[in-house]
């Protein structure tokens, strides 16, 4: 079964850099989250949209910005990287459901700022 | 204070016993729970969901959701080493739509041999 699909799996920059990474979702899913792990740390909410528009806004940067095409795939964009933007960053997918939003994970993209 | 808060661990049981983890959450809103279940420097994998009171089994898992107690559990039962990994408790605070998971810190568990 196709999955989440994310790019660059891994990825370093220097302080100041710009990265974008690119979260392709399970076909027909409408739903796309991005999540930041740092090392030890629990996964935390950064945005989500549902039909191409913001759906949910979580403790995301103004340093960051995000979009959804009209493939649904998305797109985190990093500005003025910083070192503590180092970590795992994951993006799910979800169908749109009514009582529970089950979302799955791509395997994430890591990273690294020097 | 976190909204979903878990007991970090090491949570350590023998092979073959019941592996019991918990977690609370502030939000009564709250409509539906996850356990997710995550191996180091791996993607979070879903174990189950629930959003009814009373329990729910899919094979050795078994998750339980006490709404009016603000919690849910997840048994793990005949624990086997590859159950050894950090379980994530996420909530979905407004229930339904686009909104983000919420996360609790999540319980490393360790299953002896």
């Known amino acids: 079964a196709a999955g989440v699909i994310q790019s660059p799996r891994h990825l370093i920059k220097e302080k100041r850099e710009t990265a974008t990474l690119k979260c392709y979702p399970i076909?027909?899913?409408?739903?796309v989250y991005w999540y930041q792990q740092g090392p030890g740390q629990d996964p935390q909410f950064l945005i989500s949209?549902?039909?191409?528009?913001?759906?949910d806004k979580g403790s995301i940067p103004d340093r960051f910005s995000a979009q959804q095409f009209s493939d649904y795939h998305s797109e985190l964009n990093m500005s003025s990287l910083e070192l503590g933007d180092s970590a795992l960053y994951f993006c799910?997918?979800?169908?749109?459901?009514?009582?529970?939003?089950?979302?799955?994970f791509g395997a994430g993209s890591r990273l690294t700022v020097l | 204070q976190k909204e979903v808060e878990q007991n970090s661990g090491p949570l350590s049981v023998p092979e073959g016993a019941i592996a019991s983890l918990n977690c609370t959450y502030s939000?009564?809103?709250?409509?539906?729970f996850f356990w997710y279940r995550q191996y180091s420097g791996k993607s979070p994998e879903l174990i189950m969901f629930?959003?009814?009171?009373g329990d729910k089994e899919d094979g050795r898992f078994t998750a339980q959701l006490n709404k009016a107690s603000q919690y849910v559990s997840l048994l793990i039962r005949d624990s086997q080493p590859s159950d050894s990994a950090t379980y994530l408790c996420?909530?979905?605070?407004?229930?339904?739509?686009?909104?983000?998971?919420?996360f609790g810190k999540g319980t490393h568990l360790i299953i002896q041999p």
């Open positions: 996420a909530v979905n605070l407004a229930g339904g739509g686009a909104d983000g998971l919420t």
């Open positions: 939000d009564r809103g709250s409509q539906s």
């Open positions: 949209f549902y039909e191409k528009m913001q759906s």
């Open positions: 629930i959003y009814s009171n």
């Open positions: 799910a997918s979800s169908p749109h459901e009514v009582e529970a939003n089950v979302l799955t």
């Open positions: 076909p027909r899913h409408d739903t």
